[in-house]
């Protein structure tokens, strides 16, 4: 699921300005598991949740892809409906999955901080 | 954006995901903007949905039940191998007995052949289905087996 981590840059020259807007973690998935670690959420408390955690704004299409996918897998369930609003949580397989995919990403972002170290 | 624009967009997803997460999509749709980036995005996804379905929800209780992985041509290649042995083998005994023969009749080989060829028919199955839905997937292979062996067992209880 979450295996395409990517950091895009919509820009091919990086100056100073565009560094602080280098790019965002596109993986719906992911972020929406992220955004329910911390308890039940709507769609749009998450797409909230989302843009504070990492500057991302995902779209209806891609928050409902996300959801989608990640309730097939069981990592999500969603709750009964509140004024026509439908939260969903994360499950402990979910948490599970969160868990170690956040992990996964740490080792990455270590061995890449250390590889810029050692040039 | 306006409930005419929510619901055209919505109508652009697969009919299956729309019974299980339209209405909540369209409200959700009538909350937000309706700028080109909110139409784009909901267009990817609805045209995502057409080529890699997600069937999430209860849709995916209904693509994960025992019938649906038995019906699957992985299972039912073993299935109808281990069917037509036990056809060969009960037909061998209706017309000859069920004497043990000194030579190997075409009966006998055609039986060992797709006793044998069940086994890469199997394993196939196993690769293809035990990630995806261990629990049915196990149920199919419990089905097979017996299959197996009721295509096994006159052969050697006959000691044919």
Same mark, same amino acid.
């Given at each position: 699921?979450?295996?395409? /981590?990517?950091?895009?840059?919509?820009?091919?020259?990086?100056?100073?300005?565009? !560094?602080?807007? $280098?790019? /965002?973690?596109? @993986?719906?998935?992911?972020?929406?598991?992220?955004?329910?670690?911390?308890?039940?959420?709507?769609?749009?408390?998450?797409?909230?949740?989302?843009?504070?955690?990492?500057?991302?704004?995902?779209?209806?299409?891609?928050?409902?892809?996300?959801?989608?996918?990640?309730?097939?897998?069981?990592?999500?369930?969603?709750?009964?409906?509140?004024?026509?609003?439908?939260? /969903?949580?994360?499950?402990? @397989?979910?948490?599970?999955?969160?868990?170690?995919?956040?992990?996964?990403?740490? !080792? $990455?972002?270590?061995?890449?901080?250390?590889?810029?170290?050692?040039? | 954006?306006?409930?005419?624009?929510?619901?055209? %967009?919505?109508?652009? +997803?697969?009919?299956?995901?729309?019974?299980? +997460?339209? =209405?909540?999509?369209?409200?959700?749709?009538?909350?937000?903007?309706?700028?080109?980036?909110?139409? *784009?995005?909901?267009?990817?996804?609805?045209?995502?949905?057409?080529?890699?379905?997600?069937?999430?929800?209860?849709?995916?209780? +209904?693509?994960? *039940?025992?019938? *649906?992985?038995? &019906?699957?041509?992985?299972?039912?290649?073993? %299935?109808?191998?281990?069917?037509?042995?036990?056809?060969?083998?009960?037909?061998?005994?209706?017309? +000859?007995?069920?004497? &043990?023969?000194?030579?190997?009749?075409?009966?006998?080989?055609?039986?060992?052949?797709?006793?044998?060829?069940?086994?890469?028919?199997?394993?196939?199955?196993?690769? &293809?289905?035990?990630?995806?839905?261990?629990?049915?997937?196990? =149920?199919?292979?419990?089905?097979?087996?017996?299959?197996?062996?009721?295509?096994?067992?006159?052969?050697? %209880? %006959?000691?044919?």
């Amino acid at each position: 699921m979450c295996d395409n /981590y990517v950091m895009r840059s919509t820009r091919d020259v990086v100056d100073t300005e565009s !560094e602080m807007d $280098f790019g /965002y973690y596109s @993986d719906p998935p992911l972020l929406v598991l992220a955004s329910l670690a911390s308890g039940p959420k709507h769609g749009h408390a998450m797409i909230e949740d989302i843009e504070r955690l990492c500057g991302t704004r995902l779209g209806p299409g891609a928050l409902y892809g996300a959801i989608a996918r990640l309730e097939q897998q069981g990592w999500i369930k969603p709750l009964p409906a509140e004024e026509r609003r439908h939260p /969903y949580r994360i499950t402990p @397989d979910g948490l599970r999955v969160l868990r170690a995919k956040l992990t996964k990403l740490n !080792e $990455f972002s270590k061995a890449g901080l250390k590889r810029l170290e050692a040039r | 954006m306006n409930r005419r624009l929510a619901s055209l %967009l919505t109508r652009m +997803y697969p009919r299956r995901w729309r019974e299980r +997460y339209g =209405e909540e999509f369209e409200d959700f749709l009538l909350e937000g903007r309706a700028d080109l980036k909110t139409w *784009t995005d909901v267009m990817r996804g609805a045209v995502g949905e057409h080529i890699h379905p997600t069937m999430g929800g209860a849709m995916s209780e +209904y693509r994960t *039940t025992f019938g *649906t992985v038995a &019906r699957q041509p992985s299972a039912l290649v073993p %299935l109808g191998m281990a069917l037509t042995a036990l056809a060969v083998v009960l037909g061998h005994i209706a017309l +000859y007995g069920a004497a &043990r023969e000194a030579d190997e009749g075409a009966a006998a080989h055609i039986w060992q052949l797709l006793m044998v060829a069940q086994l890469p028919a199997l394993l196939v199955f196993g690769i &293809r289905w035990l990630p995806k839905a261990p629990k049915q997937a196990m =149920e199919v292979l419990g089905l097979l087996m017996a299959a197996i062996l009721a295509a096994m067992a006159p052969v050697f %209880l %006959l000691h044919l």
